[in-house]
């Protein structure tokens, strides 16, 4: 499986360490930066990089890391077609893929562990989307919002 991967200077050392589990583990890796610990070097950048590269990589998973994972979530998540998850314990990387057919997880460097990190990122790596009805149902109410072009939820019933 193809992985793709951006980070700001908050979560670099994080990503070398994540990029080297993840080859280890067997998967390619396509690395959107940062590629050198910046402090001035802004999120979004690389974020929007890797969330663009997963929606236009069929099959493939996203990682965003960052400080929090808050404000790298909210970026992957202007990408149409990314449904990106703030991962923060092993029930919420789970259930991103389970539930939410989540295609890129979010991750706070600061917040854990090189190894807690890692071990959220595997779970959500590794975690099949149920296929259940009711999860294909939101998924496709939210799909079908994010292609309604400039339509409030009340213009369009």
Not at 34 to 63: N, R, W
């Amino acid at each position: 499986m193809r992985v793709h991967i951006g980070t700001d200077h908050a979560g670099f050392a994080l990503k070398e360490y994540v990029v080297e589990k993840l080859k280890e583990a067997g998967f390619d890796v396509v690395d959107h930066g940062a590629t050198v610990e910046d402090g001035q070097d802004d999120y979004p950048t690389y974020c929007i990089a890797c969330a663009e590269g997963v929606a236009a990589d069929a099959g493939s998973l996203g990682i965003v890391l960052g400080g929090s994972g808050n404000g790298e979530q909210v970026s992957a998540n202007k990408v149409k077609g990314i449904r990106a998850i703030l991962a923060w314990n092993p029930s919420t990387a789970k259930l991103g893929r389970e539930h939410n057919n989540a295609n890129i997880v979010s991750i706070g460097a600061r917040e854990h562990s090189k190894e807690e990190a890692w071990e959220l990122i595997h779970l959500f790596l590794t975690t099949p989307f149920s296929e259940d009805a009711r999860h294909i149902r939101r998924i496709q109410l939210i799909s079908d919002y994010e292609n309604r072009s400039g339509e409030t939820t009340e213009s369009a019933k």
